[in-house]
């Protein structure tokens, strides 16, 4: 059994900041790649950033968030961060946390998302 459950959203001004967490269960974090994509009306699915969960840290960015977002993770807590800086309008959208391939952006399970609304 698996489950990942997404917090931290909520509305913020142009230019200000958010911290995403995911809370996983089921997850060994020894292997593989977790991370968070978005869905926004009238826009494409895209992944945002995923990293590795093995021992060495590898993390992917989308060109559109890169500079201003970071991934992180604590194998421990079998918990996933996004740190969003410098958000932008066009960031809003419902944020999901996924597992990831390292490989590419395919995922395989999601979250029930948390909502990310920046307002100019």
């Known amino acids: 059994q698996v489950q990942l459950v997404e917090s931290g959203g909520g509305s913020v001004q142009a230019g200000g900041s958010l911290r995403l967490s995911c809370a996983t269960s089921?997850?060994?974090?020894?292997?593989?790649?977790m991370g968070w994509f978005r869905q926004a009306p009238g826009k494409e699915r895209e992944g945002v950033a995923r990293?590795?969960?093995?021992?060495?840290?590898?993390?992917y960015y989308a060109a559109s968030v890169k500079g201003r977002f970071t991934i992180s993770r604590d194998n421990a807590k079998k918990a996933v961060y996004l740190q969003m800086n410098s958000l932008k309008v066009e960031d809003t959208a419902m944020y999901y946390c996924?597992?990831?391939?390292?490989?590419?952006?395919?995922?395989?399970?999601w979250g029930q998302g948390t909502q990310v609304t920046v307002s100019s």
């Open positions: 996924a597992e990831f391939l390292c490989e590419s952006w395919q995922y395989t399970n």
């Open positions: 089921g997850y060994s974090f020894s292997g593989g790649c």
């Open positions: 990293i590795s969960t093995g021992p060495y840290i590898i993390t």
